[in-house]
């Protein structure tokens, strides 16, 4: 059931954010798809929690300077990220930016919040459309294999396994990536 829900947010979002009122964030976006998720498996009115970022916290704390870009709202990427242990050296929620990714305008706003060169910067990603937005900056890429994300189905628009274009990276794992990143 999360895995249908998500997915209906991330491709109303994605597909259909032109057609969102303006402040809206993910919050909306996933109330927006929560009744059409429940009606698919036959629910009703139930109430049900958002999933927990899957990061590894060996993949965060490898990193130099460790910040998430999320379309999340803030309060979601906090109490998420307190309870997998993660603490992030800053957070850039699109619902500060007023667009969601992948617009071009979020991949602009971690250089200039954090005050690094763009060529200082390595985002990872786990979904194509992210990766094909942060490709509009010149930012590196590190591209994470989640097959297990959407219980087997795949990606969200294209084949899990082929990140399109070529990241700088490719692991199977955050913590491959952590152990990429401390070599």
Request: aromatic share 8%; with cysteine; proline share 5%.
């Amino acid at each position: 059931v999360t895995y249908h829900w998500r997915n209906a947010a991330l491709t109303r979002m994605l597909k259909n954010s032109a057609d969102l009122s303006p402040g809206a964030n993910m919050d909306d976006v996933h109330q927006m798809t929560l009744d059409g998720t429940l009606e698919h498996f036959g629910l009703g009115d139930l109430e049900i929690p958002a999933c927990p970022m899957q990061v590894s916290v060996a993949a965060v704390e490898a990193a130099v300077y460790r910040f998430n870009a999320n379309n999340l709202v803030l309060a979601i990427i906090v109490n998420a990220s307190q309870h997998a242990g993660i603490g992030w050296d800053s957070v850039i929620s699109c619902e500060f930016l007023g667009v969601f990714k992948p617009h071009p305008t979020v991949y602009a706003a971690a250089p200039r919040y954090l005050q690094f060169a763009v060529e200082e910067i390595m985002m990872a990603v786990a979904h194509n459309f992210d990766l094909l937005g942060v490709h509009t900056s010149d930012m590196k890429t590190a591209f994470v294999r989640r097959t297990d994300e959407w219980e087997g189905e795949g990606d969200l628009f294209a084949p899990m396994n082929d990140p399109d274009p070529s990241p700088d990276i490719t692991v199977d794992s955050f913590q491959d990536l952590a152990d990429g990143l401390t070599q």
